[in-house]
């Protein structure tokens, strides 16, 4: 059975969209089939993937907006078991366009109902750093809600917004959406900040925090501009070991 894991966190920079690129690249390795949907106008979850963005005439803005079936707008990438719907600026013209009208909340879940049945083991959603439309259909389509948090400044303010947010959505149009689980990112030990707040994390959230720590690490940044997941670019860096160990324990909670 498919599972549709949100990558979530209306701060910006806190490391999603390297998360959701690396986490899906990592999953595909221990031989799971992931579709990564980018719902991120900025489109950065395809361009990690070798995608020019630009020159794409079917997007998820034309199977959320215009009801293109969802297959039409899949690509295949060049990372053996991972496919992208990819994202550009059209996809910001969404939250106009369909505020106010008949279930704006369920778009996103309706249209991935039209995907074949059982094709992908996960769907892995890019969302924007916002909590607009575009991040609220992500969640209503949701399983599972993954939430990375910086180890810097104001971080725990951020999750208690996605939070809020998660427990409305639970309330009023997804029941069974859970948190997949809270993953400390861009961590470095050296420092007394990111000692401190992976602590808090822990203490407050428990068993609800991904073991895996996330690691400040060059290999990540240098993949970016390749366009490549650091799983493929430099796969034994400490970046992509990481990764590796977060797929292990995604694949750990199909048991739950």
């Given at each position: 059975m498919t599972r549709i894991i949100a990558i979530a966190n209306q701060k910006g920079g806190v490391g999603k969209t390297t998360t959701a690129i690396n986490l899906s690249s990592a999953l595909a390795h221990f031989g799971r089939k992931v579709l990564l949907l980018d719902m991120d106008p900025q489109g950065n979850a395809g361009r990690g993937l070798g995608v020019d963005i630009n020159l794409q005439k079917h997007t998820i803005y034309e199977v959320i907006a215009e009801g293109?079936?969802?297959?039409?707008?899949?690509?295949?990438?060049?990372?053996?078991?991972?496919?992208?719907?990819?994202?550009?600026?059209?996809?910001?013209?969404?939250?106009?366009?369909?505020?106010?009208g008949v279930h704006p909340f369920s778009v996103l879940k309706n249209a991935l109902a039209k995907l074949p049945k059982d094709h992908y083991d996960y769907i892995v959603v890019d969302c924007p750093p916002s909590l607009g439309l575009l991040c609220l259909n992500s969640l209503v389509a949701a399983d599972a809600v993954l939430i990375p948090v910086q180890c810097e400044y104001f971080a725990m303010e951020a999750v208690a917004a996605i939070i809020s947010t998660i427990a409305k959505v639970q309330h009023d149009y997804n029941p069974s959406l859970?948190?997949?689980?809270?993953?400390?990112?861009?961590?470095?030990?050296?420092?007394?900040?990111?000692?401190?707040?992976?602590?808090?994390?822990?203490?407050?959230?428990?068993?609800?925090?991904?073991?895996?720590?996330?690691?400040?690490?060059?290999?990540?940044?240098?993949?970016?501009?390749?366009?490549?997941?650091?799983?493929?670019?430099?796969?034994?860096?400490?970046?992509?070991?990481?990764?590796?160990?977060?797929?292990?324990?995604?694949?750990?909670?199909?048991?739950?």
């Open positions: 293109l079936n969802p297959t039409q707008a899949i690509l295949t990438t060049s990372f053996e078991g991972v496919d992208v719907i990819p994202a550009n600026l059209r996809l910001a013209q969404f939250e106009g366009k369909n505020e106010g859970s948190i997949e689980g809270f993953l400390l990112t861009m961590y470095d030990q050296r420092t007394t900040l990111g000692t401190e707040i992976s602590s808090q994390v822990r203490k407050t959230f428990k068993e609800n925090t991904f073991l895996t720590v996330i690691p400040r690490n060059q290999s990540v940044s240098e993949s970016q501009g390749r366009q490549m997941p650091v799983t493929s670019f430099r796969p034994t860096s400490q970046g992509a070991v990481a990764y590796f160990a977060l797929a292990r324990e995604v694949i750990d909670h199909e048991e739950r």
